[in-house]
């Protein structure tokens, strides 16, 4: 068998084919996407204040029949909207938060031992009467007087002693707490604006705003 090699020229000539009909096979895909973004440009208003015009004075989205969306409304009656144009973004306001579940277990409340958590599931964990490990001063300080933080976000918070120092230190601090327990033996000042039940391993929760820090 005779081998022979391919003209380097002919090699060339083939990549700069592809090459041109790459290029031409994008710019053919940009012009059909941009042609569809005028087309959708005048129509995207429209469609975001026809559903816009469905919120009542109570903020729900309702559905065709004028029944309340349910998952958009929690039972303190926070509520939350999602742009339809853009389905990916964050949305806007607070979500519906999911308290936890209660149980009766007489094995996990001697589990617990001295950690608080009554009626809680397990994985909740509990938490401590006092947390000392929880309060870094200096660390606390740090972040207000040189990272310049104006809002926190505690996750977890327990009964809110991280959160009731960021509070009296002039801090727009927010709380999201699982322990239904911990809920009721809150620290935190003025903790009906502060504090969110939710139980993060039923679904998602966010605030209806970005905060500096989270803990």
């Known amino acids: 068998m005779v081998m022979t090699r391919k003209n380097p020229q002919h090699k060339k000539k083939q990549a700069r084919l592809l090459l041109r009909g790459l290029l031409i096979a994008s710019v053919a895909g940009f012009l059909f996407l941009f042609s569809k973004a005028i087309d959708n440009k005048d129509n995207s208003a429209d469609v975001i204040s026809s559903i816009l015009a469905q919120l009542p004075e109570g903020g729900i989205l309702v559905n065709g029949d004028d029944t309340p969306s349910s998952n958009l409304r929690n039972p ?16 806007q ?5 999911l308290p936890s579940i209660r149980v ?65 230190h002039g801090v727009d601090a927010m709380c999201a707490e699982g322990s239904h327990d911990a809920i009721l033996r809150t620290i935190i000042p003025e903790s009906e604006k502060r504090l969110v039940e939710h139980d993060f391993s039923r679904g998602p929760w966010w605030p209806a705003k970005t905060y500096d820090a989270a803990w």
Request: glycine fraction near 16%; aromatic fraction near 10%; charge should be positive.
């Open 76 to 91: 303190n009656g926070a509520t939350y909207y999602q742009d339809p144009m853009n389905p990916l973004a964050i949305p």
């Open 93 to 97: 306001g607070q979500a519906p938060n």
């Open 104 to 168: 009766e277990d007489g094995a996990l409340e001697r589990k617990r031992r001295r950690y608080g958590g009554k009626g809680d599931k397990e994985h909740l964990g509990g938490f401590s009467e006092m947390d000392p490990g929880g309060i870094s001063i200096p660390t606390f300080k740090h972040m207000i007087e040189k990272l310049g933080v104006k809002s926190f976000l505690d996750i977890g918070c327990g009964r809110g002693f991280s959160t009731s120092w960021f509070v009296t």
